[in-house]
């Protein structure tokens, strides 16, 4: 796509179209081309937002495209994504907690993302302690916030300084009997 135009490098704030054919080609209608699934992996790399739509029935289906990426790169030798995750992730397919999955993992991606820089200069210096303990916090934070939605007090101590291994221990213990005590609640009122 050498000289894409404004449009076709999503510089002018909108979104690029890409028409899915019954034939399975992609095609980019701002830069009026056929592009390929490893062409708009370079365009969410390059943040450049677009939307995915059956060409016959004009249906959105970006997000099993973006499944479909995920997928191949994974095939591909790529795998980043843990099986251990894969089988906690299918696993709250159906869960009561289901619905506060989607938000609560793309906060995570977006502290990860936003934090990128600080881990990657913890390692290029060679810290001893580990680079993920901020991260890990963050994300103990909002999952107290989280369970404090569901029920209140529970998200007690969340301005408490970053605790020390085996403080975090307790806590994450502490935690895991409180998501276990919000699932069975949740699981109650679904009757």
């Avoid at 600080?118 to 963050?138: L, Q, S, V």
């Amino acid at each position: 796509m050498v000289g894409r135009s404004k449009a076709a490098s999503g510089e002018n704030g909108g979104v690029v179209i890409i028409k899915k054919y019954a034939n399975r080609r992609l095609y980019n209608t701002a830069s009026s081309s056929y592009i390929t699934l490893e062409d708009l992996a370079r365009m969410v790399r390059e943040n450049i937002d677009f939307q995915v739509l059956d060409a016959k029935s004009g249906d959105d289906i970006t997000h099993s495209i973006l499944t479909q990426i995920i997928m191949d790169e994974e095939a591909n030798g790529e795998q980043m994504l843990p099986v251990s995750f894969l089988r906690q992730l299918i696993g709250m397919y159906g869960n009561s907690m289901q619905a506060l999955m989607p938000s609560y993992l793309e906060a995570s991606m977006t502290n990860f993302r936003d934090n990128q820089s600080k881990i990657r200069e913890a390692f290029e210096k060679g810290m001893t302690g580990n680079p993920f303990a901020a991260i890990h916090e963050t994300n103990m934070a909002m999952m107290r916030a989280a369970a404090g939605a569901f029920m209140p007090g529970i998200a007690k101590g969340k301005d408490k300084p970053a605790a020390p291994a085996a403080e975090a221990k307790d806590e994450i213990a502490q935690l895991r009997e409180q998501m276990a005590a919000m699932q069975k609640k949740l699981d109650e009122l679904g009757k």
